[in-house]
T-cell receptor, first 113, second 113 residues
């Protein structure tokens, strides 16, 4: 059983629209949550992290966490073609170490002109 | 500022051969990690190290060996490569206090024939 689930996509959105990426996790005790972006053929890079229930905004990106429902989402406003990438959700059941970080398989986002 | 570098970037080898993938970071981060990324599985942790001379197994350690004699280097050795070890390998590092903010190298694509 996968611990972190994501729809593989592709999720296709027109330029300027809001892209909504979702992730569910199985470990109710998970402490911290991360969104990584990975361009094709490149390495992942962190774009957002969230620890508490609610929303966290950073520029065009908003991370949303609902621990009761065990899901975390990433909203990308005013989507641009440069946002086309695979977005990896990662969940950590611990604090203080990344050794138990579990990644989802990623959702591929395509932003169309 | 080189950050974290991996070598070789591409490697083709044969079944049964020994292969070493190198990882070097210039940030003096405490933690270093080796992940493999395969289609349908996402990123899976092979081994990690909390400091020099301290290493521990991750989710998929079988067939791999690591060492960390210096803080900046964390080589990964496949002692007898198998076709199932064909993958993209990512080295990553993090500071001691970060719970999931990983800095990834460019990746090493390994093909075992």
């Amino acid at each position: 059983q996968k611990e972190v689930e994501q729809n593989s996509g592709p999720l296709s959105v027109p330029e300027g629209a809001i892209a909504s990426l979702n992730c569910t996790y199985s470990d109710r005790g998970s402490q911290s949550f991360f969104w990584y972006r990975q361009y094709s053929g490149k390495s992942p890079e962190l774009i957002m992290f969230i620890y508490s229930n609610g929303d966290k905004e950073d520029g065009r990106f908003t991370a949303q966490l609902n621990k009761a429902s065990q899901y975390v989402s990433l909203l990308i406003r005013d989507s641009q073609p440069s946002d086309s990438a695979t977005y990896l959700c990662a969940v950590n059941p611990l604090t203080g170490t990344a050794s138990k970080l579990t990644f989802g398989t990623g959702t591929r986002l395509q932003v169309t002109l | 500022d080189a950050g974290i570098t991996q070598s070789p970037r591409y490697k083709i080898t044969e079944t049964g051969r020994q292969v070493t993938l190198m990882c070097h970071q210039t940030w003096s981060h405490s933690y270093m990690f080796w992940y493999r990324q395969d289609l349908g599985h996402g990123l899976r942790l092979i081994y990690y190290s909390a400091a020099a001379d301290i290493t521990d197994k991750g989710e998929v350690p079988d067939g791999y060996v690591v060492s960390r004699s210096k803080t900046e280097n964390f080589p990964l050795t496949l002692e007898s490569a198998t076709r199932s070890q064909t993958s993209v390998y990512f080295c990553a590092s993090s500071t001691q206090t970060n719970t999931g903010e990983l800095f990834f190298g460019e990746g090493s694509r390994l093909t075992v024939l």
